[in-house]
Nanobody
Framework: QAQLVESGGGLVQPGESLRLSCSAP????????MGWFRQAPGKEREFVAV????????YNEEFAKGRFTISKDNRKSKVFLQMDRLKPEDTAVYYC?????????????????WGQGTQVTVSS
C-alpha cells in the first residue's frame, strides 16, 4: 500500500495562502489518481480536488475552483495543493489519498490509501 505523508498545514489569517504537500512512494503519482480531501470538526470528509495520473484536474466547484490549485511532481512523487485567499470555513484536516487509475473520483470510497492528514486553521 502507498504510504502518504502530508505536510504544510498551519495557522494562517483570512486571505493568506498555504501550500500543502503530499509525499508518496516512488512512482505513485505516475500510476495513481491523487486526491485531496478535507474534514472539519463534526462534518463528513469532503472532496477538494483530484489530479489524474495523466495530469487532468477536477475541483470541488463549491469552494475550491478558482482558489485552490492541485499539481504534482512525478519525479519526486509529490502532490501539492496551493490554497489562496483562505477563509475561516477552510479550517479542516486536509488528507491526501491515492486511487486506482481510471475516471478521477470525488468519492472517498474510491480511494484505498490515505495519509494521516495535516491541520489547516484559518483564523484572525
Amino acid at each position: 500500500q502507498a504510504q502518504l505523508v502530508e505536510s504544510g498545514g498551519g495557522l494562517v489569517q483570512p486571505g493568506e495562502s498555504l501550500r500543502l504537500s503530499c509525499s508518496a512512494p516512488a512512482r505513485t503519482t505516475m500510476w495513481y489518481n491523487m486526491g485531496w480531501f478535507r474534514q472539519a470538526p463534526g462534518k463528513e470528509r469532503e472532496f477538494v480536488a483530484v489530479i489524474s495520473r495523466v495530469g487532468s484536474t477536477t475541483y470541488n466547484e463549491e469552494f475550491a475552483k478558482g482558489r485552490f490549485t492541485i499539481s504534482k511532481d512525478n519525479r519526486k512523487s509529490k502532490v501539492f495543493l496551493q490554497m489562496d485567499r483562505l477563509k475561516p470555513e477552510d479550517t479542516a484536516v486536509y488528507y491526501c489519498a491515492a486511487a486506482q487509475p481510471g475516471t478521477p473520483s470525488r468519492k472517498t470510497e474510491s480511494y484505498a490509501n490515505w495519509g494521516q492528514g495535516t491541520q489547516v486553521t484559518v483564523s484572525s
